[in-house]
């Protein structure tokens, strides 16, 4: 319609109803709580593109509000300050240290940004900040290109108590290596990484702790004062000529400005909703006469000239509200992005309106504070995967296992890897070959036996694992020709009902779920029966997966069973069923313990007779007596939670029938890797843009500490885990907590009690009945109580960080924030031993290594669950990551493909040094090794060769040098060859050598003890003069073979 940007003639719209607002005395608030929330954030937006004197101040009346308006800020291209509420969670102070910078480096930025306006809600308003003159004074500036030495830099940060690190994770923390200064202020929401080149700063830039790789370049960075004492409530900032916005006028009062009862204090701007404010999920395309009065309404703008504009995430459902409407683009100004609500402005002939809105979805603020676990998981650090630490045990792929003793000289001077045997016997590994060297992680955390040098007992478990991982690929391959060869039924494509269902999904999905929805459409349409394994964690949206599905299923006129471990669990999901279908006509029905005898078999009638659509119910959906009439999916959740019986049934009974399964938990990306081809699975690592990391405090136990914890929770209308694991004690737990809190509903739950009285018990607190859940570890992890969102943790210091991590995950399944308080004895806290486990502890609490680790654990025992118990002995007895090479390699085998093997290729080359204390003797020759100044730390650089030497392809191989260059900065020349040695040996080993010499200029090469001659019968000369040119000749040479 218009030409220009939409959101500037939108914004012109909203000056002109501020023109003719009645202007308020001095510093008296502007009330917008009479005004349409739908407009707030337009009218606020274009307010604040005018020039004030004074500083901006919008009070919102709550954090999630303040959260919408700076998206809707956003979207309407209007810089703000969002100022996140202050983080402590009960009386005693305990702070989240992130989301605390977080909200201290925004207030430096208010500091220092006197023009740019604030959000803030009245805790923030009310809480404590530093005084201004201390946020204004700066200890240290540091720009790109300033001449600074790092040694004055790391004795600046040493004069403030910054430790030393190899790799930093956590604030307060510096790593050195070679050109690169990494630190982490305390104030800082990144960690901060300094390049060098020499004496100046090369370049500046934030990196994330997960992946230790740069995320943002900075042109400055100011180091502020270290005494940031919070000492003053922010509204002493407030000055004379400041403009304040109230959202709600209950807010008003923050400021101690009172609002007059006279006519012209209650303005409002006449802005009014979109008519799809009403609208529920599905309403616009599934009920008729809401789509009909909307459709009226649009065309009577239409005719009379109005601007209509239409705001869309993408231009996919930008078509199709297009196509449902039957309109053409051109009755519309489109604008792409995100907003919740639309209004009309009726005096501006002006009405935005939102798809989002229209098909009746819900939009929740993102947030911040974590990345993604699939960012998480596939982080590419040189930690984790290729980190190797003194004293773990390690597998040897043709040594077996041993205990890794760290890098060691040989006798050459040549930096080897060190693994001591049964016996003392010590394995010296070369560098170039310390891929064939892993962890060992085995299925249930028992120390496991060595091997001895040698011995035919490593030799005979990896002969017998090969056997048996052989045998499982078949078997699973065997299954999966078998469901194809019989044929099942294959669904029809999506109809208008299936479109009109995925409509009225009342959330954005995220990028894991949308790809796992359409592979399990897929499968659900071809011929051969589904097979499909969905793992993702609790609230990640596994069950919507499973709803379509069976929608799918239903409109095509066949039933679906859904199959669950618990009865809890079972009817969570008949509530949620019958919630997403409520406007078709789908009978849901649950079969379960608690019903009549007449009730089950008016059901079970109901099923035979095909008049039941969905049954749901735990395992008597497989007896015999439960019959079919025509049943086409079975959904089953949790499976490894069944017995052996019940996964046989599930195998015959259910063999030609599509069958989806959920699992809550994580796999391994590796094993992930190694299964495909061999099994359908779909994995959802992206958590829910609303979801907010849980909040984390270690504290010493304290009774005034834990009944500020639970009120602060039941304040909020939220519930309580409290996890005590020991029965004997749970009831005096009980009297206590009853005591502390006597308005508190407290119910006790553990593996001793009846498995009905239990039952009960958790009826009651998923039911809402129970304020406060006290339990053992029995606490059931597929269970989603988005309510309770409280949980603490009596005798932490007990549990594995797994376990930790596991326990932490039952709450903070909802959008507001969890809590998670880990409860020790006093004397722990105070030092020795326990120190260094609180320390892991704590690393863990902010999702740095620790977390990897425990991310590491709970993974192994999901391989356990998804591979089953003859396979856990196999992981066992030869480490995870070599078995899932050999199940990779099976399949791929089995399936015709020639399996990807290591790039072992060895070099011998008379120009290159490999060994850095041998070089300075070798004068004239190539230095290709990792420098000790360029990475200082044993284990770092046992990490890095580790790294290097793992890289199968060339394109594995650009990716660490990247990686590197990022992380430790501008190459040396020993690293250079490094790589290019390395790019020799991956070329090599792709065109099946073995042997790379070169002697005298000659190249020979060699395969299976034979020398490989060329056409003509002569080995080829180098003719370049200079080593690092016959190195890039040789490489070329080979590339043309």
């Not at 992680?441 to 490593?458: A, E, F, S, T």
């Not at 309510?787 to 596991?806: E, K, P």
């Not at 690092?1028 to 040789?1034: F, M, N, P, V």
Request: hydrophobic content about 40%; overall charge negative.
């Amino acid at each position: 319609m218009n030409a220009g940007s939409p959101r500037e003639l939108w914004r012109g719209s909203a000056l002109s109803t501020w023109d003719r607002m009645p202007k308020s005395p001095g510093s008296k608030p502007l009330p917008l709580g009479t005004c349409n929330q739908a407009a707030q954030g337009f009218l606020i937006a274009a307010l604040l593109s005018k020039e004030h004197p004074g500083r901006v101040w919008v009070f919102c009346p709550h954090a999630r509000r303040r959260d919408q308006l700076a998206e809707e800020f956003a979207f309407w291209k209007s810089p703000v300050l969002n100022l996140a509420d202050p983080t402590v969670i009960v009386e005693d102070e305990l702070v989240d240290p992130d989301r605390e910078a977080e909200r201290i480096s925004t207030i430096n930025r208010i500091s220092r940004s006197p023009g740019k306006p604030v959000l803030l809600s009245r805790a923030s308003w009310q809480a404590l900040a530093p005084a201004r003159d201390i946020l204004d004074k700066k200890e240290l500036t540091l720009i790109v290109g300033q001449e600074i030495s790092p040694e004055d830099l790391i004795t600046w940060l040493e004069e403030r108590d910054y430790e030393e690190y190899p790799q930093i994770f956590q604030r307060g923390q510096f790593a050195r290596r070679g050109g690169i200064l990494d630190f982490y202020p305390p104030q800082s929401t990144s960690p901060i990484r300094v390049e060098f080149f020499g004496d100046e700063i090369e370049s500046l830039r934030e990196f994330s702790v997960e992946s230790q790789t740069t995320t943002r370049k900075l042109d400055t960075f100011e180091l502020g004062s270290r005494d940031l004492s919070l000492v003053e409530p922010l509204s002493n900032w407030f000055e004379e000529g400041d403009l304040l916005i109230a959202i709600d006028e209950d807010d008003v009062e923050i400021a101690d400005i009172l609002i007059s009862d006279g006519p012209n204090e209650h303005w409002n701007a006449n802005l009014y909703p979109s008519p799809a404010a009403g609208f529920e999920a599905g309403d616009f395309v599934i009920a008729d006469s809401s789509r009909n009065l909307f459709l009226e309404q649009l065309s009577d703008w239409l005719k009379q000239g109005w601007e209509i504009g239409l705001v869309s995430p993408s231009k996919a459902e930008r078509h199709r509200f297009l196509e449902i409407l039957e309109r053409d683009e051109s009755d519309f100004t489109f604008t792409e992005g995100r907003l919740a609500k639309g209004f009309v402005a009726p005096e501006q002939k002006l009405v935005v309106l939102s798809t989002l809105e229209i098909f009746g979805r819900q939009h929740l603020p993102g947030t911040k504070g974590r990345e993604s676990l699939a960012h998480q998981r596939t982080a590419a650090a040189i930690t984790g995967v290729h980190e190797l630490n003194q004293g773990e045990f390690v597998v040897h792929a043709d040594y077996g296992i041993g205990e890794f003793i760290g890098l060691i000289e040989s006798d050459e001077g040549d930096e080897e890897l060190g693994i001591k045997y049964d016996g003392g016997s010590t394995l010296h590994v070369p560098i170039d070959q310390s891929h064939l060297v892993a962890r060992y992680v085995g299925i249930g955390g028992g120390k496991p036996r060595l091997n001895k040098l040698g011995d035919k007992r490593w030799k005979k478990a990896r002969k017998v694992a090969e056997a048996a991982v052989l045998d499982y690929a078949a078997q699973l391959l065997r299954l999966q020709a078998e469901r194809e060869s019989k044929g099942g039924y294959g669904h029809a494509p999506d109809g208008q009902w299936m479109q009109e269902f995925e409509a009225s999904f009342p959330f954005t999905e995220t990028p894991d779920q949308r790809k796992a929805i359409e592979a399990t459409k897929i499968d659900m349409e071809s011929p051969r029966p589904m097979d499909r394994l969905i793992c993702g964690d609790v609230g990640f949206g596994k069950t919507e997966i499973a709803i379509r599905a069976a929608f799918k299923a239903v409109t095509g006129g066949k039933q679906v069973a859904i199959l669950a471990p618990t009865t809890v669990l079972a009817e969570q999901h008949v509530r949620t069923f019958r919630s997403r279908m409520s406007d078709y006509p789908v009978r849901i029905e649950l079969l379960s313990r608690l019903q009549t005898p007449a009730e089950a078999r008016e059901i079970l009638e109901g099923v035979r007779d095909g008049n039941v659509d969905i049954l749901i119910g735990t395992h008597r959906l497989l007896s015999a007596g439960v019959e079919y009439k025509k049943i086409g999916l079975l959904v089953v959740d949790e499976e490894q939670r069944f017995g052996v019986r019940h996964k046989e049934i599930l195998k015959e009974r259910f063999r030609l029938i599509d069958v989806l399964t959920l699992s809550a938990t994580p796999i391994p990306r590796t094993l992930y890797l190694s299964l495909m081809g061999a099994r359908d699975m779909s994995t959802i690592d992206t958590p829910p843009p609303n979801r907010l990391p849980v909040q984390t405090s270690i504290c010493a136990y304290d009774e005034r500490l834990i009944r500020n914890a639970i009120r602060r929770e039941l304040t909020r209308g939220g519930q309580v885990f409290f996890l005590h694991n020991r029965v004997a004690t749970i009831e005096d737990m009980q009297t206590r907590i009853e005591k502390l809190v006597p308005e508190a509903r407290v119910v006790v739950g553990h593996g001793q009690m009846d498995k009905d009285d239990l039952e009960k018990v958790m009826h009651q607190f998923v039911d809402g009945k129970a304020d406060v859940l006290l339990a053992t570890t029995i606490i059931e992890s597929g269970i989603d109580i988005p309510n309770a969102n409280t949980i603490l943790i009596d005798r932490a210091d007990r549990f594995g960080l797994a376990d930790l991590y596991q326990l932490r995950g039952r709450v903070g399944r909802a959008d507001r924030r969890a809590y998670a308080l880990l409860l020790l004895p006093g004397e722990l806290i105070a030092g020795g031993d326990a120190r260094k486990r609180l320390s892991a502890i704590k690393q863990y609490t902010e999702l740095g290594s620790g977390f990897k680790i425990a991310m590491r654990d709970l993974e192994i025992r999901g391989a356990g669950s998804l591979l089953g118990t003859k396979q856990s002995g196999h992981i066992t007895a030869v480490g995870f990551e070599l078995y899932c090479q050999l199940l990779q390699q099976s399949i791929e085998s089995l399936n015709g493909k020639n399996p990807m093997q290591r790039a072992d290729a060895q070099l011998r080359i008379d120009f290159v040094v490999f060994a850095e204390s041998s070089w300075s003797n070798e004068k004239g020759k190539l230095p290709a090794f990792f420098p000790r100044f360029y990475g200082p730390n044993s284990e770092l650089r046992v990490a890095a060769y580790r790294q290097m030497a793992s890289a199968r392809t060339e394109k594995e191989l650009n990716a660490i040098s990247r990686d590197w260059r990022d992380r430790f900065g501008r190459f040396p020349k020993p690293i250079v060859h490094l790589i290019e040695t390395n790019r020799l040996r991956i070329i090599a080993s792709a065109k099946g050598v073995q042997i790379v010499e070169i002697h005298n200029d000659r190249l020979k090469l060699q395969r299976n003890g034979d020398y490989i001659l060329p056409p003509g019968g002569k080995f080829p000369r180098l003719s370049s003069k200079k080593p690092a040119d016959k190195l890039l000749e040789a490489v070329q040479l080979l590339k043309s073979l």
